[in-house]
């Protein structure tokens, strides 16, 4: 078969799967292992030689170890020290030897159950970023101790490949001689050297040129010109390109390097999970369903149990430990590299790897789903305990102005009525932002805008204005829905977050609205037009006819929202009426 055909079938099948798996929640990991699967011997196939591609695809891993070393600086790996030797170190180390023995229960050897151990020990960083990116817990407890825990395995994952190499004397293999131990350590001195007194300055000479594709080129050429070098050493090409990341790491065009490499990296560690998804043997689960079904469980609920139990040994509350370790139980990417390894050296044999890959894939699948299960379970047990919040007590003192949420938006009301003596009354749902105001000495009650009782007690029957500054949309607009139903009286001034916003508050007859970034930019729009040589008061003219355009397209687009070729003509219209009214205004610059 020529290389067109199969490029054609690796990439139309990735174009179709993965987007699906991602907008399904199971992550684009789990879309080209399935691609390669359906393509591979043990479905249709299509591809009967895995090993076509395999070295191919190995370029994905080198560029993504590249990538890891150009993210790993000195002093952001300083300053995480703790939990990265804390939580990272205790993590791989009580998991490497809890699935260890466990492993050696079955009957392989010491090095062979550490070696197979500390590979299931390691998470899909994949995975678990992109879940931790999703549910918006990044900058959470669990979500930057798990985040610690990847780098750490991402770290020391790259000399355990370099050392597995080695493993194969056991069986065989070439052992480490001191002359390579001499030649890698004088590689890296030299590499030190050379990416302190020779990349930089040459990378410095391309990106004066400012050519896109020498750069590229450049770059390409030091990975895989160090990635070879380590080859040819007996060591793994994927170590002299870590290296090579971590040497530029502090270099000004660090992130230049990142973006022009990205697009490859992705490419081929696609390419690299589809020959990984290929050598998945589904035969063995047809077979032995239960058996593979069983140690797929056994392996999360112990690696699971060994997070959560290492992170409150480290002083991690219960709830923050239990998240994360539902987030990182499943197998990752360096597990499946690592077996390829094993298997190339025949460190394992070729049916445990099978059974391997097919174990940290189904862990992968169903890593997803027991969140989804767990949440689904956390969200009962909330219902049942959920009661009904403890608002303040208002005192009643009539004021004829209430602001709705009190936050950057509602305080600069605030602070105008308090300067000119003005009472009223603020409304506010977060906790924390109230204790922050009470500080100042700001008085705010703790309330919801949307529940008509206590709206009564703030006064909204007598009040005269309502100024509704709900940061939230959704709560914005189920307020609004409230006070214009149980208090049609009542004047609203509102604050809308965007267009949208905008639209849906119109919806419920509200028409003094105000979006919060519009008249900002379009004041900060008039001094551009200074800056640029216009007169200030031909800058006003035109920002003020601006304002006055858009707020009527605002109208306008308000009416025909639902009907989109509509809506798209009348914008466009309105686009080049805005270009005729503004160019026939007399320039005087």
Request: proline letters at 3%; aromatic letters at 8%; charged letters at 20%.
């Amino acid at each position: 078969m020529d290389l067109i055909t199969p490029a054609l079938i690796y990439l139309s099948l990735s174009a179709l799967l993965v987007p699906l798996f991602h907008k399904l929640g199971l992550g684009s990991v789990l879309g080209y292992l399935t691609a390669g699967f359906i393509i591979g011997p043990h479905a249709l196939g299509v591809i009967k030689d895995v090993n076509s591609v395999s070295g191919f695809a190995e370029f994905g891993v080198v560029f993504l170890l590249f990538i890891i070393g150009l993210e790993l600086q000195p002093k952001k790996l300083w300053s995480m020290r703790k939990d990265l030797i804390g939580f990272g170190g205790l993590q791989i180390l009580a998991c490497t030897l809890g699935l260890g023995l466990i492993v050696k229960f079955f009957g392989f050897s010491w090095t062979q159950s550490m070696v197979i151990g500390f590979a299931l020990s390691l998470s899909s960083t994949a995975f678990a970023m992109q879940t931790l990116i999703e549910r918006k817990q990044l900058q959470t407890v669990p979500g930057k101790t798990a985040f610690a825990i990847l780098l750490m395995q991402d770290i020391i994952a790259i000399p355990a490949l370099a050392l597995i190499p080695l493993l194969g004397g056991e069986v065989g293999g070439s052992n480490l001689t001191r002359w390579t131990a001499l030649w890698f350590i004088g590689t890296v001195i030299v590499l030190v050297l050379i990416s302190r007194y020779l990349m930089r300055p040459l990378l410095r000479m391309v990106a004066s040129i400012r050519n896109r594709e020498i750069f590229t080129a450049i770059t390409l050429a030091i990975v895989l010109g160090v990635s070879m070098w380590m080859h040819h050493l007996g060591l793994s090409m994927g170590l002299g390109a870590f290296l090579a990341g971590v040497l530029l790491a502090d270099s000004e065009y660090r992130h230049e390097l990142e973006v022009d490499l990205e697009p490859f990296k992705g490419l081929l560690m696609g390419l690299f999970f589809i020959s990984v998804g290929m050598s998945v043997n589904i035969s063995l689960l047809v077979a032995s369903p239960l058996l593979i079904l069983a140690l797929t469980g056994l392996y999360q609920v112990v690696k699971g149990f060994l997070i959560v139990a290492a992170a409150r040994v480290l002083g991690l509350e219960a709830d923050s430990s239990k998240c994360m370790g539902l987030t990182i139980a499943q197998g990752g990417e360096f597990a499946f590299v690592i077996f390829a390894s094993t298997l190339k050296i025949n460190f394992l044999p070729a049916e445990t790897v099978e059974m391997l890959v097919l174990i940290v894939t189904l862990s992968m699948v169903l890593s997803p789903i027991a969140l989804a299960f767990n949440e689904k379970i956390l969200a009962s047990l909330n219902n049942r305990k959920k009661k009904d919040p403890q608002y303040d007590e208002i005192e009643a003192k009539n004021n004829h102005v209430i602001i709705a949420g009190y936050g950057r938006f509602g305080q600069i009301c605030g602070r105008i009525l308090r300067s000119l003596g003005i009472p009223f009354t603020a409304l506010e749902l977060d906790p924390a932002q109230i204790e922050l105001l009470r500080k100042f000495g700001t008085k705010v009650y703790y309330g919801d805008a949307s529940r008509a009782e206590l709206l009564e007690k703030a006064g909204a029957a007598d009040a005269t204005l309502l100024i509704l500054a709900i940061d939230d949309v959704d709560s914005s607009i189920e307020a609004a829905k409230v006070i214009t139903e149980q208090f049609p009286k009542l004047k609203i001034l509102a604050r809308a977050r965007n267009r949208d916003h905008a639209f849906q508050l119109r919806d419920l007859g509200i028409s003094f609205i105000k979006r919060e970034t519009f008249d900002a930019a379009v004041e900060l729009s008039k001094e551009m037009l200074v800056e640029l040589g216009y007169k200030r008061d031909h800058a006003d003219r035109l920002t003020d006819k601006f304002k006055l355009h858009d707020e009527s397209m605002l109208i306008e687009q308000h009416l025909i929202r639902h009907d989109e070729k509509q809506m798209i003509s009348v914008s466009r219209q309105g686009a080049e009426q805005l270009t005729q009214v503004l160019n026939d205004d007399i320039v005087l610059k």
